[in-house]
């Protein structure tokens, strides 16, 4: 079952990827607000995920992962607890491509307000 994300963003390729590939740090997530994390949980369930999560090289992280997680932790940790199997990324080559993933998102997500 694959968590698919609703919008792509031009100019990078969406991949769905295997959640067992994708080093997602946890302790992020733990130190969230309970209620911001379940009313993203509620968000995602009722609309799904907008954009992919932002991912990069798993050699950086030195865990033996394929890919980790630069932006999306709470979504991947949704999607392990819901049996979601894989989950739309992009693989942000460079910090340029990171920032740049991370600006179109934030710019069209506030033009929805």
Request: hydrophobic letters at 35%.
């Given at each position: ?35 911001f994390v379940a009313s ?32 999306g932790n709470n979504r ?38």
């Amino acid at each position: 079952m694959i968590l698919k994300a609703n919008r792509s963003v031009e100019g990078y390729t969406t991949i769905n990827v295997p959640l067992e590939d994708v080093y997602s740090k946890r302790d992020q997530a733990a130190i969230m607000d309970p209620k911001f994390v379940a009313s993203l949980h509620q968000s995602l369930d009722e609309n799904g995920m907008e954009y992919p999560v932002i991912l990069r090289d798993g050699a950086e992280e030195n865990t033996g992962s394929l890919y980790a997680c630069w932006i999306g932790n709470n979504r991947i940790h949704y999607a392990k607890e819901r049996g979601y199997t894989h989950i739309a990324g992009i693989l942000a080559e460079t910090i340029t491509d990171k920032r740049n993933i991370f600006h179109i998102t934030n710019m069209e997500y506030c033009k929805d307000f």
